[in-house]
């Protein structure tokens, strides 16, 4: 199987993290790529344009970071990420639509601002920092569900946290939500996020 994946990338990096919590980097090869460039290779992988995109052996692919972990946790060997049955799966994929949310939002304002000043909402800026906002005091209140072992609940909020430090240093969130400040200093520790982290700026 194939990757396509950005370094950059949260929804990327929450898969790439998932494949080295299964062991399975030997089953799935990345290859890094530029999105906003569009290359032809991630349009035939994914019409939308987006990564991550995964091909699968038989030339098949699949799209959308939820859809690429469920499959992966699936087919891969290695301690299960995705709970099965209930009610151990709702509270997993809740934190991960949670954490999506947050990168969602995250990406939104690095897109604005690239934006000239002139160009850029104050008021969608301000919605997506307020959305931000709410999401980390959740994640601060409830920190000790995260307690366990790792899952993917733990992996898209580390993608996600991960991503506010690569990006948006200014917020210094970690100031204002101490609890999950400190779960994301324990695992950004872990081998599986310290190999994936986005470049130094």
Known sequence: ?????SPTSPFARKCRVLIREKNGTSHVSEENIVAMQDPPALHEANPLGKVPALVL????????SPLICEYLDSTLEGETMIP???PERWPVLRFQALADGIMDAAVA???ERGRKDSEQSEIWLGRWHRAIDRSLQILDDEVTKLDGPVDLSHIAVGSALGYLDFR???LEWQK???EIAGWWADMSKRPS?????????
């Open 193 to 201: 996020f310290a190999d994936t982290a986005p470049p130094a700026s």
């Open 109 to 111: 304002i690095t897109m």
């Open 84 to 86: 099965l049955a209930h």
């Open 176 to 178: 204002s939500y101490r």
């Open 57 to 64: 052996a038989n030339g098949d692919t699949l799209f959308d």
């Open 1 to 5: 199987m194939k990757l396509y994946a």
């Open 168 to 170: 948006h240093a200014a």
